[in-house]
């Protein structure tokens, strides 16, 4: 089992409707939960952290954890051809001292 | 200053060459980080440095040598590079280790003949 796990994709979904990214994790210890935005050719963007259970939103993002589950998501609202990237799951491993990363979600946001 | 830089961004090398790599964060970051990507994969994890210290060394081959001259500045020394390391070479900060957010600069393509 990987230590972090992202739904396969390709995603594919119509300019406005909303994108639904899921990670697994493996270690239950982990305590700090990030999803970055990564641009063909581009280097990786922070675009969410979160540390508690719960929703976190910031503008049309919404970051959802729950770590009874084991289980970090991403919402994006009303999806713009723009969002079309990479998206990374990362997520800190106390043990470790080191993020990993999923091998991300590719998402296409068709106009 | 809110952005990590590299230099160079790209870089062609033969398997004989030296060269370095050059990352810089001027955020006050006490954590610092390099990353090897590889086409439609994730960055893999090579060195981490902790209050520029090595804190982290993921086994990663002798070829490749890191160096942290002080708190805003990281290197990577690279020779006798093989083939199968061209790949994107990502340099990141955090506020300090530990589970905080890392930040990526542009990152160096590399290129080994």
């Known amino acids: 089992q990987k230590e972090v796990e992202q739904n396969s994709g390709p995603l594919s979904v119509p300019e406005g409707a909303i994108a639904s990214l899921n990670c697994t994790y493996s270690d239950r210890g982990s305590q700090s939960f990030f999803w970055y935005r990564q641009y063909s050719g581009k280097s990786p963007e922070l675009i969410m952290s979160?540390?508690?259970?719960g929703d976190k939103e910031d503008g049309r993002f919404t970051a959802q954890l729950n770590k009874a589950s084991q289980y970090v998501s991403l919402l994006i609202r009303d999806s713009q051809p723009s969002d079309s990237a990479t998206y990374l799951c990362a997520v800190y491993n106390t043990n470790a001292g080191k993020s990993t990363f999923g091998d991300g979600t590719t998402l296409t946001v068709k106009p | 200053d809110t952005e990590v830089t590299q230099t160079p961004k790209h870089l062609v090398m033969g398997m004989t060459n030296k060269k370095s790599l050059k990352c810089e964060q001027h955020?006050?970051?006490?954590?610092m980080y390099w990353y090897k990507q590889k086409a439609k994969k994730p960055p893999e994890l090579m060195f981490v440095?902790?209050?520029?210290?090595?804190?982290i060394n993921e086994s990663v081959p002798s070829r490749f040598s890191p160096e942290c001259p002080n708190s805003s500045l990281l290197n990577l020394h690279l020779h006798a590079l093989q083939p199968e390391d061209s790949a994107l070479y990502l340099c990141?900060?955090?506020?300090?280790?530990?589970?905080?957010?890392?930040?990526f600069g542009p990152g160096t393509r590399l290129t080994v003949l």
């Open positions: 440095y902790s209050y520029e210290k090595l804190s």
């Open positions: 955020m006050g970051h006490r954590a």
């Open positions: 990141a900060s955090s506020q300090s280790p530990g589970g905080n957010e890392q930040f």
């Open positions: 979160i540390y508690s259970n």
